[in-house]
């Protein structure tokens, strides 16, 4: 049966994250993708420029409208921007007995545009991370959810110190926690999955290119699509690989003078169709 995955996340126009990205990121993966906008951005490669947030209250019409009608057999949480809009979604969430909700703390976006406000930290922390099947936090949003609401702690900087960061993340309430360690300086880009008991390690080289728009949105949406099909171990396995084959095929796209987007459909579009 072809899974039916939502995602609930801000928009950018450009096409490289957000709902755009997570959208692209399913339908690569054989995933019914469904959308739910929290926010509005007016993005491209290069920065944010301005951010409309939807009313908790339509965030929460559109939620209850896929409910009622679709079997959601995974959600992907991206950018919230508010405490009330994180609270709405959780509430809904949680009326809906929602599955396989994979959550990515969006706090930043690649260029350093903030996408959540500070004040609304602890409502994905205390009500939507404990709803988490796994949350994927980066190394700067780890060193936040650490902190408890106090100004950040330092971020993990060395694997070793990523292995401490992910049982303290773990108490937060998920079943599993995903460090992704995109922002180490090491050779390996490598990722820490966790469940309260086993660290599984999965390490791929780092990529020399300035196309990371959307990683982290692109990763968090693969988990989502796999997820009603597969184990968490293989789904993140299987995330990774996806994600590692798109930055690299990023040179086929020319897309913005920034950081440009990822090759969504690297494995799928052959050179044929690409003339
Ligand atoms: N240059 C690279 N080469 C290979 N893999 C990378 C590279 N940069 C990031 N990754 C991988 O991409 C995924 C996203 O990691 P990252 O830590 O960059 O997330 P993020 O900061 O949330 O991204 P975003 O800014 O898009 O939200 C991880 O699996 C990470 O290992
Ligand atoms: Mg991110």
Not at 11 to 21: F, R
Not at 195 to 201: F, H, N, Q, S
Request: glycine residues 8%; contains cysteine.
């Amino acid at each position: 049966m072809i899974p039916n995955v939502l995602t609930i996340a801000g928009s950018d126009p450009s096409g490289g994250a957000g709902i755009q990205a997570d959208l692209k990121t399913f339908s690569a993966l054989g995933a019914y993708g469904m959308s739910v906008i929290t926010a509005l951005t007016a993005q491209n490669t290069r920065g944010v420029r301005a951010v409309q947030v939807m009313e908790p209250d339509f965030v929460a019409a559109q939620i209850d409208a896929i409910f009622d009608d679709v079997r959601v057999d995974a959600v992907k949480i991206g950018m919230v921007a508010t405490a009330s809009v994180a609270t709405v979604i959780a509430e809904r969430l949680r009326h809906h007995a929602a599955c396989n909700v994979v959550l990515d703390p969006v706090m930043l976006a690649k260029s350093g545009d903030r996408l959540l406000r500070e004040d609304a930290v602890a409502a994905v922390r205390d009500r939507l991370a404990p709803l988490a099947r796994v949350i994927t936090p980066n190394l700067p949003e780890a060193a936040v959810l650490m902190s408890g609401g106090a100004p950040a702690t330092t971020e993990p900087a060395t694997l070793a110190e990523m292995r401490q960061a992910v049982r303290t993340l773990h108490r937060i309430g998920s079943q599993w926690v995903l460090l992704k360690g995109g922002h180490l300086t090491s050779e390996d880009s490598t990722d820490l999955l966790f469940d309260g008991e086993t660290i599984t390690e999965f390490a791929s080289k780092r990529i020399d290119t300035r196309n990371t728009h959307g990683t982290g949105c692109t990763l968090s949406a693969a988990i989502a699509a796999l997820l009603p099909r597969h184990d968490m171990v293989e789904a993140v396995r299987r995330a990774k690989a996806y994600l590692t084959g798109a930055i690299a095929a990023s040179g086929r796209l020319t897309v913005g003078s920034g950081h440009g987007p990822v090759h969504h459909f690297h494995a799928l579009w052959t050179e044929d169709l690409a003339q």
